[in-house]
T-cell receptor, first 115, second 109 residues
Framework: ETGVTQTPRHLVMGMTNKKSLKCEQH?????MYWYKQSAKKPLELMFV???????ENNSVPSRFSPECPNSSHLFLHLHTLQPEDSALYLC??????????????FGQGTRLTVV | AQRVTQPEKLLSVFKGAPVELKCNYS??????LFWYVQYSRQRLQLLLR??SRESIKGFTADLNKGETSFHLKKPFAQEEDSAMYYC???????????FGSGTQLTVLP
C-alpha cells in the first residue's frame, strides 16, 4: 500500500501490558509525526522526528515512548497506560520538517482502548 | 500561544445550499492556514491551503488577517461533501500544525 500505513487498526490493552503501534510510509518523506485524537478534543501533536532524530516532544508522559529506526518507520511503544489514554493515534509524514506550507499525509490511525 | 477555534461542532445544510465552515485563529506571527478533511472511513487529508489560493472540489477559503479568520466556503453543497473538516494553523520555526476541534458537515438530500 502506498502512503502512510498504521498497524494495528484497533488495539485493546490492559493497564499493565506493553504494546507497540507501528507506522510506515513509502513516500520518501523525511519527517514523521505522532498525533493523539481524544474524544471531544483537537488533534494533539505528541512527537516529531526529522531524519530519524526526535525534534519535538510535546510534554508527553514517559509511558509513551517513540522510536524511529529509519525514515520510513515510526513506532510508539506503550507501557502501563491509563484508561484516559484511550484515543485514536494518528501517524503522519511530510516531505521535510520545518518547511512552510508543507502538507502532512496521515495514516488511518490506531484506535486504542485501555481497559 | 497559537490557537484554532472552530465554533461549530455540527453543521447541516441541504444539497444545493451554500455552506460556510468557520475558523478563527490566534497567532502573533505570519500564519499558514490549512483545511483538512476526513470523509467517512477515510484518512485525514489536505483539502486546501491559503498560500495556494485555489478552489478544491468547489471549496475556497480566504485568509482574513484583520479578523484572524480562514472560513471555508462552497456556494452549492453536494451530498458527497459530508465529512469532518479541520482547520489547522502552521506556526513557529518548526511549522507545527495546530488543529481546531473540527466541524462535522452533513449535506442533506
Amino acid at each position: 500500500e502506498t502512503g502512510v500505513t498504521q498497524t494495528p487498526r484497533h488495539l485493546v490493552m490492559g493497564m499493565t501490558n506493553k504494546k507497540s503501534l507501528k507506522c510506515e510510509q513509502h513516500l520518501g518523506h523525511n519527517a514523521m509525526y505522532w498525533y493523539k485524537q481524544s474524544a471531544k478534543k483537537p488533534l494533539e501533536l505528541m512527537f516529531v522526528y526529522s531524519l530519524e532524530e526526535r525534534v519535538e516532544n510535546n510534554s508527553v508522559p514517559s509511558r509513551f515512548s517513540p522510536e524511529c529506526p529509519n525514515s520510513s518507520h515510526l513506532f510508539l511503544h506503550l507501557h502501563t497506560l491509563q484508561p484516559e489514554d484511550s484515543a485514536l493515534y494518528l501517524c503522519a509524514s511530510s516531505r521535510e520538517y520545518g518547511v512552510r506550507n508543507t502538507e502532512a499525509f496521515f495514516g488511518q490511525g490506531t484506535r486504542l482502548t485501555v481497559v | 500561544a497559537q490557537r484554532v477555534t472552530q465554533p461549530e461542532k455540527l453543521l447541516s445544510v441541504f444539497k444545493g445550499a451554500p455552506v460556510e465552515l468557520k475558523c478563527n485563529y490566534s497567532y502573533s506571527g505570519s500564519p499558514e492556514l490549512f483545511w483538512y478533511v476526513q470523509y467517512s472511513r477515510q484518512r485525514l487529508q489536505l483539502l486546501l491551503r491559503h498560500i495556494s489560493r485555489e478552489s478544491i472540489k468547489g471549496f475556497t477559503a480566504d485568509l482574513n488577517k484583520g479578523e484572524t479568520s480562514f472560513h471555508l466556503k462552497k456556494p452549492f453543497a453536494q451530498e458527497e461533501d459530508s465529512a469532518m473538516y479541520y482547520c489547522a494553523l502552521g506556526s513557529g520555526s518548526a511549522r507545527q500544525l495546530t488543529f481546531g476541534s473540527g466541524t462535522q458537515l452533513t449535506v442533506l438530500p
